[in-house]
């Protein structure tokens, strides 16, 4: 304590004593201070506390300019701490500043966030709804569809696994042995596509025979006819990624072939709206004509519409009497 | 004789500048500010601060020592510096707390901005 208090008391004679030409340390000390505060970027922060700094300074100036040196030691001294006063204060109020700007940025940031995440929301909900909305009208434009294609005369529509199937004589289709369609036919065809046009379901157009000739030439026969009942609905508007065709020749008979009415029956075009993509195709082992058919889509433009086309020639049975197909 | 002593002494105190008292005001002044800083949680956490207030409580007991020899007009100039320093002790904390507290908000910002935006690092 002894040695402190000398310390001080030495610290202070240099202050208390006299002195004179040169300014004194104090004096130089309390100027730099000062300027520095006065002009640092902060320095509109200081308030009133950079007025005081400089009452302060020019009273220890007076003191000095009046040669009563150790009034202007001391004084500037305190000039010296006001200064540093006036920088602590703005620097406080800066910190404060800062605080509150990084603040009040988060809180922009979290309400961006937030208008975010509503507007995301908001874009889900409407993709949802938009999305309701598709199923609800392609639920009612096949419901449409069903109503308008079970009043077409000659179609037979029935519902099962693969979806709706539309079942039409083939003696309303084709003359006997040809793939070529009747005026009738095209007629029925042409209210089946436009009962069709709306639903968005794929079609897939299957020929039938009877079992009369042999398996190759019913399945060349029966995808012939699936074919040209294809082009003709594309011809009438339904669109091409919606529909294939294939032959099934004899293979999947739906009556006894031994009468001419089970025959009759068996010789047949399916128009299958598919429950789902694929879902039409049937159990039974593929024909050579039904290979065929899954490939029959047209290749150029001149095939979009139905062209004349003719099936191959029905091998006829050797033992057996030819018997006229209708 | 006893008169002679008293206008003598009255004459020595008179040369030495203990005709002009310290006011009360300006010792309670010096202590009070010495004790705001000393208060202050965060003038032990900064040097500078420490330094200024180390200071004011050396240049209050010089005071103390200069009334007490009689030195009043000394002991008045010691207190105003004492006050000075203790202030500036004060000021000087509060700032280093005020930027503390800021960059320790600016870091938690930061830190919940960055989990917010998933970039945890996880």
Redesign the interface.
Known sequence: ?KW??A???TA?GL??GCGAGRPPNQLVDARTAYQQVSTSPTASLAGTSLFEARQALDAAERAYQANDM?KAK?LA??AH??A??A???A??IH??E??RV??A??QH??EM?AIATREQLERAKGALASAQREAEAQRQAREAAEAKVAQIEGVQAQKSEKGLVLTISGSVLFASNKSELLPDAKDRLAEVAHALKDDKRTLLIVGHTDAQGSHDTNARLSEARANAVRLYLLGEGIAEDRIRSEGMGDALPVADNKSPEGRANNRRVEIILEASPGSGHSDAPPTKGEEAGKKAKPKAKDEQAPKKEHAPKKEEPTKEAPKKRP | MKTIMLVAALTTLAGCGAATPVPADKVARAQEAVRRAEESPAAAADPKALAHLQLAKNQLAYARKLMVEGRNADARWVLMRAESDAETAFYLAQAQAARGDAQQTIDAIRQAMSLMQGGSGS
Do not use: C, E, G, S
């Open positions: 304590m402190t208090l310390a001080t008391a202070v202050v208390l150790t001391n001294y305190i701490r006001k540093l006063v920088q602590a204060r620097d406080t910190a404060m800062t605080k990084a603040l940025d988060f940031f979290r966030q």
